[in-house]
Nanobody
Framework: VQLVESGGGLVQPGGSLRLSCAGS????????MRWYRQAPGKERESVAF????????NYVDSVKGRFTISRDNVKNTVYLQMNMLKPEDTAVYYC?????????WGQGTQVTVSS
């Protein structure tokens, strides 16, 4: 089982990034997918959620209206489109796949928002 994130980097405030997370080794479409983030000195927090076969998404209040989670079950990939980025969005972003007792994590990708 693998989850591989990509798309992180350095961006100026107000800019955009799109994170991708490619899954393999499991039936991707069954799994609920989440993006988490962890800033230095802070606990890991759930940022966005999308159910296994699509449907209603959910976001932490601080990113509502700026971030969009989506998935492509043919490409076994989940995305996080991040717009209007703020310095407080700086963190390592992780994708997570969960279905019953299965709980898989990627290695994380760094997002830094700074001028």
């Amino acid at each position: 089982v693998q989850l591989v994130e990509s798309g992180g980097g350095l961006v100026q405030p107000g800019g955009s990034l799109r994170l991708s997370c490619a899954g393999s080794g499991f039936t991707f479409s069954r799994y609920n997918m989440r993006w988490y983030r962890q800033a230095p000195g802070k606990e890991r927090e759930s940022v966005a959620f999308i159910p296994g076969y699509g449907g209603s998404t959910n976001y932490v209040d601080s990113v509502k209206g700026r971030f969009t989670i989506s998935r492509d079950n043919v490409k076994n990939t989940v995305y996080l489109q991040m717009n209007m980025l703020k310095p407080e969005d700086t963190a390592v972003y992780y994708c997570n796949a969960r279905w019953y007792n299965d709980d898989y994590w990627g290695q994380g990708t760094q997002v830094t928002v700074s001028s």
